[in-house]
């Protein structure tokens, strides 16, 4: 199953975006969801997870203390919610039910969003 990714766009360093990860025609209850990210030139590098049962959450150092993850079963979606953007932050963001951290040069891969953080 390939899931979509939206609320990407352009902010400034220090501001926030509230990405979404979503499916259609298919409960994303019951799943871990892993958020992940590709920046130009690099693998794709899984940053946040959350477990099937909603008890954990797992971040990488890199976004740690900034980003949260959360899911909402009414509305069948998982977000993320980055705050004190960074520049470095830049990225095409991507979801999927994968839940681990660190390069994950495996696919497939759904719609992803970018993230342009830039003054």
């Known amino acids: 199953v390939q899931l979509q990714a939206f609320g990407g766009g352009l902010v400034q360093p220090g501001g926030s975006l509230r990405l979404s990860c979503a499916a259609s025609g298919f409960t994303l209850d019951g799943y871990a969801i892993g958020w992940f990210r590709q920046a130009p030139g690099k693998e794709h590098e899984g940053i946040s997870c959350i477990t099937s049962n909603d008890r954990n959450t797992l971040y990488a150092d890199s976004v740690k203390g900034r980003f949260t993850i959360s899911r909402d079963k009414a509305k069948n979606t998982v977000y993320l919610q980055m705050n004190s953007l960074k520049p470095e932050d830049s990225a095409i963001y991507y979801c999927?039910?994968?839940?681990?951290?660190?390069?994950?040069?495996?696919?497939?891969w759904g719609q992803g969003t970018q993230v342009t953080v830039s003054s």
């Open positions: 999927t039910t994968v839940c681990t951290l660190g390069n994950y040069p495996y696919g497939p």
